[in-house]
């Protein structure tokens, strides 16, 4: 049996973010969750689930287990329908962690733009359809209730933004002109890390 637990690290092409909760975490259903389903299609999301198989096997040999559920799952159209070449990541991290003296450390989950610079909250929410990037730590566990790995989110990269906030935007092309500057802030994640997407 395993003394030390199972980690890994991996960033995913660039895929579209199916209810995403990003800059804000869900709380709906308990504990305040950031989570992100990451829809990945064609030979990048191949790619991708062949690097993940390769980990769940390394996963089943470190914990002694003979199989692991894999959080990624075809993905489907509005009519439930499977959409060929395409598949949903499913990923989310913790919004605070517990400290061993019992206390709670606000999880700043760190964002930031194709450039990497730090993403402004004043742009609004990252809405469902945005292209993003993930850095994922991939764990594993094998208990009574959850055999399997764990996608937890590290960092976030925003390459194609979709808010709430855009509104009629959405019904422009992008056009050579008068271009917005973002307000600065900080870069600092939890770990204090540079994550290289």
Known sequence: MATKPFRKSIVTPVGTAIYPHLTTPDAKWGEPTYKCNLRLTGEDATQFIAKIEEMKVQAMEHLGVKDLIVPIVPALDDDKNEIPG????????KAFFKQADGSMVENNLTIVDSQKNPYDA???AIWGGSKLKLALNVGAVSTSIYSGLMLRISACQVIDLVTGSQGGANAFDKEDGFTAEPKPTPVATADGDEIDF
């Open 86 to 93: 395409a598949f949903d990541v499913k990923t989310k991290a």
């Open 122 to 124: 004043s742009n609004g």
